[in-house]
Each structure stands twice: as C-alpha cells, then as structure tokens.
C-alpha cells in the first residue's frame, strides 16, 4: 500500500504498531480502507461485517501483506447479539483479558438505500464505554 501521495522520503511513524483496533463493516469500502490503513502501521484487527466470505478475504489479504494479527467476527455489530459477539471474540483474543481496543472504528449503521425496505439502522459506537459520550444505542 503506497501512502506517500507522491512524497519523496519515509511516511510518518504514527505510533500505532503493536495497537488494537476494532474496525466495524470492514469487508468493503470505507471499513476496508481503515483496516487497510492501520494494518500498514502496524495495528492488529478485529474485524466484524455480515458478509463472511468478503471478511475472511480481506482478513487474509491484511495478513499477507502486513504480517498483523487480524481475527474476523462475522455479525451485525448494530445488533445486541453481534455486539456480544465482537466483544467475546476480543477477549478470547486478548488471553481472557477483558477488551480493550486503542482504537474503535464504528462505521456502522446509516439510513436505508432509497427504495428499500429495511429496517432503519442506528448510528452505532458498539464498543465504546456506556458512559461515553460517543455511545447512541
């Protein structure tokens, strides 16, 4: 992955290596994109959409090309069940350490496709404390 945008020179260490991230619909586009860019510095993944197939394939193209630890959870992280899920997989992944992310990518949720008859989803900070301002459902 080339972030150099045409820069001569080494990119930035942002000290992100060895960090934990939780990333939400990250099989494709916008959530793929993050994965890919924290894994290129470095960050190890937790990453959850409902697609399996495209999860695992984008868990193993991160694995490949940046040697990070990537676990995928396939699930609605805007539910109850795979919010539960999220955080069971994280403990077990941190040793029985309760979870603990450095960084939570929440892209989840947003109105329904114009014609559409799905329920309306919620904007949804999954992992975030209760007492935190950032939490909406």
């Known amino acids: 992955m080339d ?3 045409g820069r001569k020179g080494p990119d930035m260490d942002l000290g992100l290596t ?4 939780l990333v939400c ?3 494709k586009a916008l959530g793929r994109g993050c994965a890919q860019a924290l894994a290129a510095e470095g960050v190890d993944l937790v990453l959850v959409a409902r697609g399996a197939d ?3 394939a984008t868990a193993r193209q991160l694995r490949a090309a940046t ?3 990537v676990v995928t959870i396939a ?3 805007i539910t109850d069940a795979g919010r539960r899920l999220a955080l069971d997989a ?3 992944w941190r040793h029985g350490a309760p979870a603990a992310f450095d960084i939570v990518f929440t892209n989840a949720g947003g109105p329904p496709m114009p014609g559409s008859s ?3 989803a919620r904007s949804c900070a999954a992992c975030t404390p209760p007492a935190s301002p950032a939490r909406t459902c």
């Open 3 to 5: 972030c150099t945008h």
């Open 67 to 69: 040697g990070v630890k």
């Open 54 to 56: 495209s999860l695992e």
């Open 118 to 120: 799905a329920r309306p």
């Open 90 to 92: 994280a403990t077990q």
């Open 75 to 77: 699930a609605d992280i």
């Open 25 to 27: 619909a990250s099989s």
């Open 18 to 21: 060895g960090k934990a991230a």
